[in-house]
């Protein structure tokens, strides 16, 4: 680490918490939105004019190139090469953003010696999730080298409208110039991402993604196999022996995926794990990416 480096931590760890918080605040809506104004401050804060232009001030004295001043928007954008003073962890930041947090605070939580949770993926890079953010939240395209499995690494242009945590991991949902049409896309698989600046077309928009704006009902029970029901009423809260769920399109498959939902026409999968059913074997005629899910078979026009 550079003296430069340890000189502005040092100068950051001087000054109140409370400042850097809205410091922290004006670092993060910099690097995931790309742009952030003193009224954004003063409404998170509930500060003054003058305390929010101080920090400003502040922030522009620690990092003179991360930001500059737009006076026709009365807002400061993002510079070009932006280094964050912050370390953003993108597990807490993936999760506060889904929330609806955002507030720039990430710092690693001390885990509970007492409560655990399952080990998951590796979580996408945070700077990769800031330049796929600030696209969605400016719409705006993004040019990209991502890695399937069954093509390896290739260069596309795509237009994401949502970051998804399916259960398993972060995926992007977005506009695929390549293919022209909604897919999803996993984060952990982008190896390059850089914003592009031309206004998206009007189809690319979330709007038209049927499967996203399409709502689907999921009507789960106990599997037919198991000798007793009650327990698995309880784990999932059923009344009267049944879950209903109301999710998009575009995301049910993962829910039943990730529930190992037998989706087979007569709950046949017996010994595979499943726990549940689904009732109403017909709602996957609506779900596009239905070959996730375990034992449905469908035969499509």
Excluded at 249 to 258: D, F, S, W
């Amino acid at each position: 680490m550079s003296q430069h480096v340890l000189d502005i931590q040092q100068q950051i760890a001087a000054l109140s918490h409370a400042q850097q918080d809205r410091l922290a605040f004006i670092d993060f809506s910099l690097q995931y939105f790309g742009h952030v104004a003193r009224t954004e401050l003063i409404q998170r804060f509930q500060t003054g004019l003058a305390a929010s232009t101080r920090d400003f001030t502040t922030y522009k004295e620690l990092a003179p190139d991360n930001l500059h001043l737009i006076h026709q928007t009365k807002r400061y954008h993002r510079g070009e090469h932006f280094n964050p003073l912050f370390k953003h962890n993108p597990e807490v930041i993936l999760t506060s953003l889904s929330r609806g947090f955002g507030n720039g605070i990430s710092s690693g939580v001390q885990p509970s010696e007492q409560c655990f949770d399952a080990v998951r993926l590796i979580h996408p890079d945070a700077n990769i999730i800031a330049s796929i953010m600030r696209a969605i939240h400016n719409r705006l395209a993004i040019k990209c080298r991502y890695v399937s499995v069954s093509s390896g690494e290739s260069e596309r242009a795509i237009v994401p409208h949502s970051i998804v945590n399916n259960g398993h991991r972060w995926h992007v949902r977005a506009y695929d110039r390549k293919s022209n049409t909604f897919r999803d896309f996993v984060c952990t698989r982008f190896t390059q991402v850089d914003v592009m600046p031309s206004a998206i077309r009007v189809h690319e928009a979330s709007a038209y993604d049927e499967q996203w704006q399409g709502m689907v009902t999921l009507r789960l029970i106990p599997h037919p196999s198991l000798s007793s029901s009650l327990a698995i009423e309880l784990d999932y809260a059923m009344e009267e022996g049944q879950l209903t769920l109301h999710l998009r399109a575009a995301i049910a498959a993962y829910v039943l995926r990730q529930w190992q939902v037998d989706c087979s026409a007569e709950h046949n999968l017996v010994g595979q794990g499943c726990q549940l059913a689904l009732a109403n074997h017909d709602v996957l005629e609506k779900i596009e990416n239905v070959g996730l899910t375990l034992g449905a078979t469908l035969s499509r026009q």
